[in-house]
């Protein structure tokens, strides 16, 4: 019951989050069109965040196939990935929206997700939140450092404006997945420091690589 007490709020935040950017997006007086290359950028993030939030449905889905028998665990789990799968839906929507090539590699950041989840799963309550702490930090840094090009260009729009609600929206959550996974004992796991090392740059070079295939 703890765990669900701690994790109910997020949804009323995301829920409300997503529901601005939606506001937003409508009522932005500027309409002009994108550059050709704030096309090419927001392309590849587009790209890189879709394929992210692949991996993450994925790494929830092996997590609950391992530990879905837990009856305090799981509703953790479950609300958790359930805001994946919004997040999913928000970048499903934007590349269809901006015509995006999405990731060649899909096929794999979904069975390199389920891996993940489902191994560190295997080793444990406390190793499952340390993969989830290890995504989340890169994937919050990751979503910075878009923020931070987003709000670099000069004359944004509509379009811009949107990308840089969602982006901020989404971090939020997995922000406060990182601290919840911290607070059920993350840092507890088994060689901690090593895995939390092996997932981090698994993520880095996935997110590097989807910008490129």
């Known amino acids: 019951m703890l765990a669900i007490r701690r994790a109910s709020p997020i949804i009323v935040k995301s829920c409300r989050s997503i529901s601005t950017v939606h506001n937003v ?13 704030e096309k090419v950028v927001i392309s590849r993030m587009i790209r890189v965040d879709q394929s992210g939030e692949v991996g993450a449905y994925y790494i ?14 799981r509703p953790l789990l479950e609300i958790m990935w359930d805001q994946e799968k919004h997040h999913l839906e928000l970048f499903d929507n934007l590349v269809g929206e901006h015509r995006v090539r999405p990731s060649l590699l899909r096929p794999i ?48 729009n509509r379009q811009l404006d949107y990308l840089s609600k969602t982006v901020s929206s989404c971090r939020d959550d997995e922000l406060e997945h990182h601290d919840i996974a911290v607070d059920h004992n993350a840092r507890q796991a088994p060689f901690h420091s090593l895995l939390s090392a092996v997932i981090k740059q698994g993520c880095k070079s996935a997110i590097w690589i989807a910008a490129r295939v």
């Open 25 to 37: 997006s409508k009522v932005s007086p500027n309409d002009r069109d994108l550059t050709q290359y």
């Open 109 to 156: 950041w979904e069975a390199a997700g389920f891996l993940v989840g489902a191994s560190t799963a295997l080793m444990g309550k406390e190793a499952a939140m340390a993969c989830t702490e290890a995504v989340e930090t890169v994937i919050g840094k990751h979503y910075n450092e878009q923020l931070r090009e987003l709000r670099a260009f000069r004359n944004p």
């Open 60 to 73: 929830y889905k092996g997590q609950i196939a391992v530990l879905g028998e837990d009856p305090k665990l």
